[in-house]
T-cell receptor
């Protein structure tokens, strides 16, 4: 079946540090890949997405590249801010008529200190 | 900006009681979903709903669960007889279309505590 594995947190960084949150997946076919972010007290918000191999999703300084050969979709940001403190979820969805359900990883809490 | 809303934000109930969690999806969306997250665990898919019927459900979504769109705006999740292990954060989501990379917009969640 489909599954997503992401690094366990919490990840604690100082402001302006480089961020990487690893995400790998197992899926049949070529799913669409997503990163969602959950700020304290809020719902899940789509951060970025990629729909095919070698696509790079980017938003708010965050990037992730769909790597078919390593089945990975690692999240990166060059310089984090305190406001980036949140829980980040990697997710996949099968394509076509195979259903709309998202399969999530366990989430990684990021804490950025001033 | 349109958003998905959920009520209540926190529901406390006794084991064996029925609960109804309510969601108002984005108004022009056609696909609706429930997910849940038990504390410290993954966000898990429960059910998807389209054209007034369930289109997909997970093994978690057993006979104790049901969904309904009673009035064209609300989308509800009912748990008939709650168990302790139903304690979780329940997220509603909606999307305009299916397939491709159509974004699912999530609500803020309802925290259900079963005592």
């Amino acid at each position: 079946g489909n599954s997503v594995t992401q690094m366990e947190g919490p990840v604690t960084l100082s402001e302006e540090a480089f961020l990487t949150i690893n995400c790998t997946y197992t899926a049949t076919g070529y799913p669409s890949l997503f990163w969602y972010v959950q700020y304290p007290g809020e719902g899940l918000q789509l951060l970025l997405k990629a729909t095919k191999a070698d696509d790079k999703g980017s938003n708010k300084g965050f990037e992730a590249t769909y790597r078919k050969e390593t089945t990975s979709f690692h999240l990166e940001k060059g310089s984090v801010q305190v406001s980036d403190s949140a829980v980040y979820f990697c997710a996949l969805r099968r394509k076509g008529n195979a259903g709309n359900m998202l399969t999530f990883g366990g989430g990684t809490r990021l804490m950025v200190k001033p | 900006e349109p958003e998905v809303t959920q009520t209540p934000s926190h529901q406390v109930t006794q084991m064996g009681q029925e609960v109804i969690l309510r969601c108002v999806p984005i108004s022009n969306h056609l696909y609706f979903y429930w997910y849940r997250q038990i504390l410290g665990q993954k966000v898990e898919f429960l059910v998807s709903f389209y054209n007034n019927e369930i289109s997909e459900k997970s093994e978690i979504f057993d006979d104790q669960f049901s969904v309904e769109r009673p009035d064209g705006s609300n989308f509800t999740l009912k748990i008939r007889s709650t168990k302790l292990e139903d304690s979780a954060m329940y997220f509603c989501a909606s999307s305009l279309a299916s397939g491709g990379a159509n974004e699912q917009f999530f609500g803020p969640g309802t925290r259900l505590t079963v005592l």
